[in-house]
């Protein structure tokens, strides 16, 4: 699948119309499965709130990005045997917001893919066509940070 795009924002929806047509053909586990999940809120928290309780311990530890409904957060700390974090609230371009007791706490995976170039390829009538894609079997992307470096210097870095 190969899919053109000329800014960020134009990127972001395209991602985004294809992860909901490759959910909708080729339905699998890792897509979402809210009813395995085994981790929740214990008590609501608001989109002020830096801490939350769980209704079980989980797995996370500092540095692991964290999904509430749309909200993306990061762990900073893990107390109580696991059952309570530490969080920066809204990263990854997401919004704070306020989340109901029960609501579910999902452990988001990282995965770093580094593509090699020859030199000069960028502005090279190869560059025109080139795609790259990359395996993610029973998963969802629900955040993505995209960053170019190479001897000219280095991107800003994008999240989508």
């Known amino acids: 699948?190969?899919?053109?795009?000329?800014?960020?924002?134009?990127?972001?929806s395209v991602v985004s119309r294809s992860l909901v047509r490759l959910t909708k053909t080729t339905p699998a586990i890792g897509w979402v499965r809210a009813d395995?999940?085994?981790?929740?809120?214990?008590?609501?928290?608001g989109a002020q709130d830096t801490a939350l309780d769980l209704t079980a311990p989980g797995g996370a530890q500092p540095g692991t990005y964290?999904?509430?409904?749309?909200?993306?957060?990061?762990?900073?700390a893990?107390?109580?045997?696991?059952?309570?974090?530490?969080?920066?609230?809204?990263?990854?371009?997401?919004?704070?917001?306020?989340?109901?007791?029960?609501?579910?706490?999902s452990e988001l995976q990282k995965k770093t893919q580094i593509v090699p170039f020859v030199r000069d390829f960028f502005g090279s009538p190869a560059s025109?066509?080139?795609?790259f894609s990359?395996?993610?079997?029973?998963?969802?992307?629900?955040?993505a940070a995209l960053f170019v470096t190479h001897v000219k210097g280095n991107s800003p870095t994008t999240a989508i």
């Open 36 to 45: 395995e999940a085994t981790e929740a809120l214990a008590a609501a928290i």
């Open 134 to 143: 990359t395996l993610l079997p029973d998963c969802r992307v629900v955040s």
């Open 128 to 131: 025109g066509t080139w795609s």
């Open 66 to 76: 964290i999904q509430l409904e749309a909200e993306i957060a990061r762990v900073t």
């Open 1 to 12: 699948m190969c899919k053109y795009w000329e800014t960020p924002a134009e990127l972001g």
């Open 78 to 105: 893990v107390q109580n045997n696991g059952s309570r974090y530490q969080i920066t609230r809204g990263v990854q371009t997401s919004d704070a917001a306020a989340h109901a007791s029960g609501t579910i706490v």
